[in-house]
T-cell receptor, first 115, second 115 residues
Framework: AQKVTQAQTEISVVEKEDVTLDCVYETRDTTYYLFWYKQPPSGELVFLIRRNSFDEQNEISGRYSWNFQKSTSSFNFTITASQVVDSAVYFC????????????FGKGTKLSVKP | EAGVAQSPRYKIIEKRQSVAFWCNPISGHATLYWYQQILGQGPKLLIQFQNNGVVDDSQLPKDRFSAERLKGVDSTLKIQPAKLEDSAVYLCASNGHGSSGNTIYFGEGSWLTVV
């Protein structure tokens, strides 16, 4: 069965610190997709990144970077030089059944960035 | 480009009453999803539509939940009769070109409180 574990329930950092959000997944599918979403207090899920199971290249987008390691079934997310606007709940998700829209979400990590 | 629209944003009802939520996906998106997000948890898929057909409703509690997408565009999710445990945010999402190859966009959600 598919499963996504985000062991960190809440993280609090001071602005400009770097922070890494952990994500560990379980799946028997050979082809799957991994996602990170940001959920601000307004409730909307904001797409951050999608990774397919055949692409283990790390990715950097501005202050955001992602580290995908199939050997450890992990897809970690790092925010460099955090800002107050980064405060939100972050969800890691895994696709199943061959559909990118059928997602299993982790329980989320609440990130608080203090000025 | 307009995002996924949902209404109402907030609803409070008594248990055993009924409620309906409406979703208008991004124009041209063939695939539409309804997710349920209980406080403190990640979203859980309830149902997936491809145009006006149901692709996956395995996690929809069919004794009280129903959903339709009659013309393959907007969709309605209904709960009747509501239970206290149905208190959650109901998120609608959509993507184009079937269920692969495109980003899934979420709406801001409809927040339901059952008292």
């Amino acid at each position: 069965a598919q499963k996504v574990t985000q062991a960190q329930t809440e993280i609090s950092v001071v602005e400009k610190e770097d922070v890494t959000l952990d994500c560990v997944y379980e799946t028997r599918d050979t082809t799957y997709y991994l996602f990170w979403y940001k959920q601000p207090p307004s409730g909307e899920l904001v797409f951050l990144i999608r990774r397919n199971s055949f692409d283990e290249q790390n990715e950097i987008s501005g202050r955001y970077s992602w580290n995908f390691q199939k050997s450890t079934s992990s897809f970690n997310f790092t925010i460099t030089a955090s800002q107050v606007v980064d405060s939100a709940v972050y969800f890691c998700a895994l696709s199943y059944g061959g559909s990118q829209g059928n997602l299993i979400f982790g329980k989320g990590t609440k990130l608080s960035v203090k000025p | 480009e307009a995002g996924v629209a949902q209404s109402p944003r907030y609803k409070i009802i008594e248990k055993r009453q009924s409620v309906a939520f409406w979703c208008n996906p991004i124009s041209g998106h063939a695939t539409l999803y309804w997710y349920q997000q209980i406080l403190g948890q990640g979203p859980k898929l309830l149902i997936q539509f491809q145009n006006n057909g149901v692709v996956d409703d395995s996690q929809l509690p069919k004794d009280r939940f129903s959903a339709e997408r009659l013309k393959g565009v907007d969709s309605t999710l209904k709960i009747q009769p509501a239970k206290l445990e149905d208190s959650a945010v109901y998120l609608c999402a959509s993507n184009g070109h079937g269920s692969s190859g495109n980003t899934i966009y979420f709406g801001e959600g409809s927040w339901l409180t059952v008292v």
